[in-house]
């Protein structure tokens, strides 16, 4: 209930667990640079808020701006619409959003898929995460009760 505290806050209040907030852009922008090798950067975000606390500030061309440390995985579970043998993956809609970063950015990952093809069956021009980021494929298996594609077609109501 609201007026009780969940499992997660009570571990939070007790100092059994962290939480850290992070703003959506600043948190998909660590993991690119955990993917991409680089270890910290510098972003305006969160300057004069409670995001700033505890994290190194600094000026630049007369601009306050916060160290962010780079995120990387032991293992990534992403999702795929097809992938190739050799691990090339190609996204559909929302997928594209933070699967491919995170892909990067692991040790490990494991990309559930609905399709797999032979090498070279995928235009190269559409394969958005390379092969050499991921380690496992994963075929999903279709079930007839629980469709993959969800259409609900809706008719704006007229004003009156």
């Known amino acids: 209930s609201p007026s009780r505290p969940s ?27 955990g993917g991409a090798g680089i270890p910290a950067f510098y972003t305006p975000t969160g300057v004069s808020t409670v995001i700033e606390e505890g994290k190194e500030k600094k000026d630049f061309d007369g601009r306050p701006y916060l160290l962010e440390h780079a995120l990387k995985a032991d293992y990534a579970f992403v999702r795929a619409y097809k992938a190739d043998e050799m691990g090339n993956l190609i996204y559909r809609g929302t997928q594209r959003q933070f699967n491919p970063i995170m892909a990067m950015a692991a ?17 190269p021009d ?25 259409e609900r077609s809706f008719q704006a109501k007229e004003a009156g």
Do not use: M, N, S, W
């Open 7 to 33: 499992p997660a806050e009570k571990q939070i209040l007790a100092g059994e667990a962290e939480l850290e907030l992070v703003p959506q852009g600043t948190l998909a922008e660590r993991i690119r640079a």
């Open 107 to 123: 040790r490990v990952t494991i990309a559930e898929v609905d399709e797999v093809v032979k090498p070279g069956d995928l235009d």
């Open 126 to 150: 559409v394969i958005i995460t390379p092969g050499i980021f991921v380690q496992r494929i994963v075929k999903v298996k279709e079930d007839p009760g629980f469709p993959r594609h969800l």
